[in-house]
């Protein structure tokens, strides 16, 4: 089993910046894809950004330029640096791991991220 514990979600002001982070534990082992997913209220999930054990970026045009991620292999943490944040991207963000080995995922409890002035 695995379990992922985010933190960093919260309010901001449009243009600001926002840090999520994600650490996992139990059943580490070194290849998974770990990302973020977002849901607006009303709206399906979509994906934010991925990163695979090599170090592959995958993002969503929505938040290209503006969203970084990245990931810590010796802490088993991923991050998403949030730049120029925009009213649209207010949503609950899931941390997202799959293993690239059985293709089985796992789900983070979602942080709210909320921009508004």
């Known amino acids: 089993q695995v379990q992922l514990v985010e933190s960093g979600g919260g309010l901001v002001q449009p243009g600001g910046s926002l840090r999520l982070s994600c650490t996992a534990s139990?059943?580490?082992?070194?290849?998974?894809?770990m990302g973020w997913y977002r849901q607006a209220p009303g709206k399906q999930r979509e994906l934010a950004a991925t990163i695979t054990s090599g170090g592959t970026r995958n993002s969503a045009d929505a938040v290209k330029g503006r969203f970084t991620i990245s990931r810590d292999n010796a802490l088993n943490t991923v991050y998403l640096q949030m730049n120029m944040l925009k009213p649209e991207d207010t949503a609950v963000y899931y941390c997202y791991m799959r293993s690239e080995i059985s293709s089985r995922d796992y789900w983070g409890q979602g942080t709210q991220v909320t921009v508004s002035s």
């Open positions: 139990g059943s580490i082992h070194k290849f998974w894809t």
